[in-house]
């Protein structure tokens, strides 16, 4: 049965809006604006919560709109409702999809884009907050590998909940008639019911499965049923004093900035502190109830205005048009972000103008009404073809501007034993020569994006042997590093791995390698193996990073270990302490680097693991730690390499190794002894 009707109560009518509420259309740009810039510059911390904004509007708006309706026609119709939910959504939704998968064929590797196509299968079925659920997708920390849909995950809270929404409405209404009761008081109760019980289960959701409760439709319904609340509140609202629009509006605007700012990846949400977006919402969709709010300039302006008409195209389209484009300016600068932002709003004009709008005010199947709807004229074409050529060039200028892969074998002159003494070790040395001949990756199984939460290392997520940077005593550390030791405890020789939690992904290879080998594991988050100083991501000080590279560094002294291991990101060298920046921040680095290496290769084999990194090759460079005697920059000509060989001294000495795709790096402590290459 496509209707549900009930006899028209006057008391549940929601007066028809006798003025447009350009309020909402601010919102609307405030929200996407939000959320975009989050995605964008990651500013502000808390620009996520645009998508909070959005659901309170939404159920504002589909709530009004149904109740108006029984108001007018008796009865709810289920066929014209939904009819107008597809018209809106699903085109531009479709559109999107369809050109991120055309353009993701040539961007993605293979694996991530066979999943970005069982995204797209999610996406376009309105499930794909389910599917991240499902693979444990964490969204508020999610850096690397994103999928270009994963924001459909909105769209899909959402039309689950117009799902049932016009049922639960029309049910409401019957049984308030036959029971003689107020509609409109019923149907609040009955929202007020649905948004305390959706919170309390978001609250419990969000303590015990904070990865869940961020996508799950349950713990999402209590905001779209407090914009709801307050359609069925039309009537009282209505006769609110002038008087106290204006204030109440601003109230909800600067609920929206702190809530903006203070709200981070870190906060419990959605339960408690969405509350903070959905009543500043609340507030602002209140005090418009009924007359125009004067004074509101941020929400009134026609670029407010025209910005949130466009809301939602620019929601569909920004990012795909990131996380695509990143994987050609990885280095995500002002170029990067100046051509996201200028596409993104190229095609969502286009996308507005001629496929949301024309598909929402145009009817399916009245020929007569179609006909009333002329055909673009010549000056409309034009301007589509424009913004197409428009948004063509600023499309192929990503791939003008793109970062250079420069993918190369890895030299080798001096990476491995001029005679191999074993049939053994010649099939290594021929595998290790091809390994560090490739210039690509090779198909990995699993592949990356299958891996979910065996994607960390167990060392970290059951044993807990990266260290929080907590400030902690000397007998804290020990007890720590003490059950972080893996192989043989008693094994005969014993290798130290130190750094952070880069370094802590090498222990799996290790154990595999080296079973009878004592493993200690030294490692600190986001605590570099490096002297400099630095901060934590979030800008603060990091004191505890300094005392622990001290300890660990008495430690391994203590030990005397026969083989060190250490690896740090290389991107900590944009979070020192001292601020600085560019070549003054490199030269810091490779200090911090030479002082941390001449301390670790005292009387032991140190293997540097580091990442390839174009603003740290230098550190990787021969001489970089001074750690051998004579020339300190060996090249690859036979007289000087032979002079270089002959001033090696006694001593072990570091060994720096570029991290290419090597899938024998675990057997590279059997050769490191042979090689003298400065790598």
């Known amino acids: 049965m496509s209707d549900l009707t009930a006899p028209a109560n006057t008391s549940a009518a929601v007066g028809k809006p006798n003025h447009h509420r350009y309020d909402i259309q ?68 479709l559109l999107v999809i369809a050109v991120t998968l055309i353009v993701g064929y040539f961007l993605l590797a293979t694996y991530q884009y066979k999943q970005v196509l069982v995204d797209g299968l999610a996406s376009a079925t309105f499930v794909s907050n389910w599917r991240y659920i499902a693979i444990g997708t964490d969204y508020l920390h999610a850096a690397d590998a994103l999928s270009p849909l994963q924001h459909y995950w909105s769209l899909a809270v959402e039309e689950q909940f ?48 904070p990865t869940t409760a ?64 959905v009543l500043g919402t609340v507030f602002i969709l209140a005090a418009g109830e009924g007359a125009q709010v004067r004074d509101i300039y941020p929400l009134t302006n026609p670029l ?19 996380v695509l484009g990143a994987t050609l300016l990885p280095a995500r600068g002002e170029k990067f972000i100046l051509l996201s932002v200028v596409l993104t709003l190229v095609v969502s004009i286009a996308s507005y103008h001629w496929v949301e709008e024309p598909f929402r005010s145009r009817p399916w199947r009245d020929r007569k009404r179609r006909q009333q709807h002329p055909r673009p004229t010549r000056r409309t074409q034009l301007a589509l073809a424009s913004l197409l050529t428009i948004a063509a060039v600023l499309a192929a200028s990503f791939f003008v501007l793109r970062t250079p892969t420069n993918a190369q074998a890895a030299p080798l002159d001096g990476l491995l034993p001029t005679s191999p003494s074993s049939a053994v070790e010649q099939a290594r040395t021929a595998e290790i020569t091809a390994a560090l001949s490739a210039d690509s990756w090779p198909e990995l199984t699993p592949a990356p994006a299958e891996l979910g939460d065996k994607a960390f290392v167990p060392e970290w997520i059951v044993d807990g042997c990266l260290n929080g940077g907590l400030p902690v005593s000397d007998d804290e550390n020990a007890a720590l590093a003490d059950k972080c030791i893996y192989g043989d405890p008693s094994g005969e020789k014993t290798v130290v791995l130190f750094g952070d939690s880069i370094a802590l992904s090498y222990v799996p290879g290790l154990r595999e390698a080296l079973p009878d080998w004592r493993i200690e594991v030294l490692t600190i988050a986001q605590c570099p193996a490096n002297s400099a100083s630095v901060h934590l991501g979030d800008g603060s000080a990091f004191p505890a990073c300094d005392t622990y590279r001290e300890w660990a560094q008495k430690r391994i002294a203590d030990i005397h270990p026969d083989v060190i291991v250490a690896s740090s990101s290389t991107l900590s060298i944009e979070r020192l302490a001292s601020n600085a920046i560019g070549a003054d921040a490199l030269t810091e680095w490779q200090l911090g680097a030479t002082a941390m290496t001449n301390q670790l290769a005292l009387g032991v084999l140190a293997a540097i ?71």
């Open 214 to 277: 961020y996508f799950s439709t349950p713990s999402r319904i209590w905001e779209l049923a407090a914009g709801g609340l307050i359609a069925t509140l039309a009537g009282p609202l209505s006769r609110m004093a002038n008087v106290i629009r204006t204030p109440l509006s601003w109230v909800g605007l600067a609920i929206l900035a702190v809530a903006s700012l203070q709200i981070g990846p870190d906060s419990a949400f959605p339960g408690p502190y969405a509350l903070l977006p």
């Open 162 to 209: 117009y799902l049932v929404w016009p049922a639960v409405l029309a049910v409401a209404l019957f049984v308030a008639q036959r029971r003689r009761w107020s509609a409109r008081r019923t149907i609040g109760i009955a929202l007020a019911i649905v948004a305390i019980a959706s919170f309390a289960w978001s609250m419990w959701e969000t303590r015990t499965n």
């Open 26 to 93: 601010g919102l609307r740009a405030i929200a996407v604006v939000l959320v975009v810039a989050d995605h964008l510059l990651g500013w502000p911390k808390g620009g996520f919560i645009g998508v909070d904004v959005f659901f309170v509007i939404s159920g504002f708006l589909i709530t009004g709109l149904l109740l108006r309706e029984h108001a007018r026609n008796g009865r709810i119709s289920f066929a014209s409702f939904y009819k107008r939910r597809l018209k809106r959504t699903v085109p531009a939704a």
């Open 304 to 322: 407010s205005a025209y910005i949130g008409k466009l809301s939602y195209s620019i929601y569909l389209w920004h990012f795909p048009i990131i």
């Open 609 to 679: 693991l580091q990442v390839s990194d174009q603003a740290t090759d230098r550190l990787r460079r021969p001489g970089a730690g001074r750690l051998r005697r004579g020339d300190a920059r060996p090249t690859r000509g036979s007289r000087r390499r032979e002079r270089h060989q002959r001033h090696l001294p006694a001593q072990p000495h570091v060994v720096l190794l570029r991290r290419r795709p090597v899938p024998l790096i675990h057997r590279l402590h059997r050769h490191a002894r042979r090689w003298n290459a400065p790598y």
